[in-house]
């Protein structure tokens, strides 16, 4: 435009970053102990009106993410609750100070990771395709993935109240736009959601992923395929006895995550259901490849790298020997 300003309508559905800031500031009215740590990027992570309402409880420590675990351990270890938003790709520089730092005196540190999955936009570094696979291998550690913005809301007082280190991995980009409770009640660690039922083929998502599965139930129920939908929102811990129960019913599994294969969701399904002796099954994993991600529109990013719902249901076709269409 000759304005300069953008043609961009709002559609009013928040992303997940405003929701984490509201919910942010919700939290810290009635928890004192609160407090937010960044680092230089107040902005990306949804916190600036947190740190205008509360300047004493805000701490952004620059381009230091490893000082900024660090620093939050300290906070712990004096009975306050920091709560560290930093995008996920960038939280990777803090690897050891979450490790040596946080996990092993398993210090109640709060890590919302923001730009987790598939960031398109902002570029190849940016995308955030390798948390679950650098964070499930720490002890004490506890992660999870929200399917909508309401979710992300529980998981965030779920955290805030849980005494351990816990992270919450959510994407880039609007919600679902589903209705947020007024009072957020908190989920109970470990514990999965069954969101439909069927008997041909077991799809079990975590966090974007859900979403997507559930577009494919639709077209797979086209096709006389009827699944059964987890929404796990435990990477760790994962919720055994459900998932299980399940597998032992339903042999055709396919797990579906926005994330690298290796070591990720999928995996932790598969080492899962291994190690507690399930035979007889056969799984397809969906989840990226051991590649880098290219810069580009998240849905076409996505389809491409062949973790939407067209590839969940070719997926499920493939498990009944049906032709991909």
């Given at each position: 435009m000759d304005t300069g300003k953008s043609n961009h309508i709002s559609n009013g559905i928040p992303t997940y970053t405003q929701v984490f800031g509201s919910q942010m500031?919700?939290?810290a009215k009635t928890n004192e102990k609160i407090v937010a740590v960044t680092a230089a990027m107040p902005e990306g992570t949804g916190l600036i009106e947190f740190s205008k309402l509360y300047p004493d409880r805000f701490f952004d420590v620059g381009i230091a993410e490893q000082h900024a675990v660090t620093f939050s351990a300290g906070l712990s270890?004096?009975?306050?609750?920091?709560?560290?938003?930093?995008?996920?790709?960038?939280?990777?520089r803090a690897f050891d100070q979450i490790l040596h730092d946080v996990c092993i005196d398993a210090h109640p540190v709060v890590f919302a990771i923001d730009r987790g999955g598939i960031v398109g936009e902002d570029g190849p570094t940016h995308n955030g395709l390798f948390d679950y696979s650098y964070l499930r291998c720490m002890p004490n550690m506890?992660?999870?993935?929200?399917?909508?913005?309401?979710?992300?809301?529980?998981m965030l007082v779920t955290a805030v109240n849980y005494n351990g280190p816990v992270a919450i991995r959510y994407p880039r980009g609007i919600g679902t736009g589903v209705k947020i409770e007024e009072n957020p009640k908190p989920l109970e660690i470990g514990k999965a959601q069954v969101i439909n039922e069927g008997d041909d083929v077991l799809i079990i998502a975590i966090g974007k992923s859900v979403c997507e599965a559930l577009k494919a139930n639709k077209l797979l129920k086209k096709q006389g395929i009827h699944a059964t939908i987890i929404n796990a929102r435990f990477v760790k811990p994962l919720d055994t006895n459900l998932i299980i129960e399940y597998a032992l019913k339903i042999k055709k599994i396919i797990t579906v995550e926005d994330h690298v294969l290796d070591g990720g969701f999928g995996s932790a399904v598969l080492e899962m259901l291994t190690d507690k002796g399930v035979t007889g099954f056969s799984i397809k994993r969906i989840g990226?490849?051991?590649?880098?991600?290219?810069?580009?529109?998240?849905?076409?990013?996505?389809r491409d790298y062949g973790i939407d719902s067209a590839a969940i249901v070719n997926a499920g076709l493939e498990l009944h020997g049906n032709k991909i269409k």
């Open positions: 500031i919700k939290l270890s004096k009975g306050l609750k920091p709560v560290v938003a930093i995008y996920s790709t960038f939280l990777q506890t992660i999870m993935a929200p399917k909508d913005e309401n979710e992300l809301a529980r990226i490849k051991n590649r880098f991600v290219e810069h580009g529109p998240q849905d076409i990013l996505r």
